[in-house]
């Protein structure tokens, strides 16, 4: 059984900043690319930023320059670094996923998803 669990979010001054982690456990055997989503009530989850196993980064055009995704591989975890946080920015924050596990009989490949944390930022 896999998990994602999400910690670092809160409220946050406008121009200041926050770091989300997101550790993933279980019978993992490959993570290949991890991202962070955010969503609004009534509207639907996208994409912030996600990151491969190799490193190449991809970012929405609206984060562009103020947040930075990261990775530790040995770690099974993702970053996310926000820094000029603007009130745009509130949302609730879902950890991504795309993994391979292995229950002893069977392969799987598919995307898990973390539980959300709270990013609040006040004007």
């Known amino acids: 059984q896999v998990q994602l669990v999400e910690s670092g979010g809160g409220l946050v001054q406008a121009g200041g900043s926050l770091r989300l982690s997101c550790a993933a456990s279980?019978?993992?055997?490959?993570?290949?690319?991890m991202g962070w989503y955010r969503q609004v009530p009534g509207k639907q989850r996208d994409l912030v930023a996600s990151?491969?196993?190799?490193?190449?980064?991809n970012y929405a055009d609206s984060v562009k320059g103020r947040l930075t995704i990261s990775r530790d591989n040995a770690k099974n975890t993702v970053y996310l670094q926000m820094n000029s946080l603007t009130p745009e920015d509130t949302a609730v924050y879902y950890c991504n996923a795309d993994l391979s596990t292995h229950d002893g009989s069977y392969y799987q490949y598919r995307a898990y998803w973390g539980q959300g944390t709270q990013v609040t930022v006040s004007s």
């Open positions: 279980g019978s993992i055997l490959w993570i290949n690319t």
């Open positions: 990151i491969t196993s190799g490193g190449s980064t």
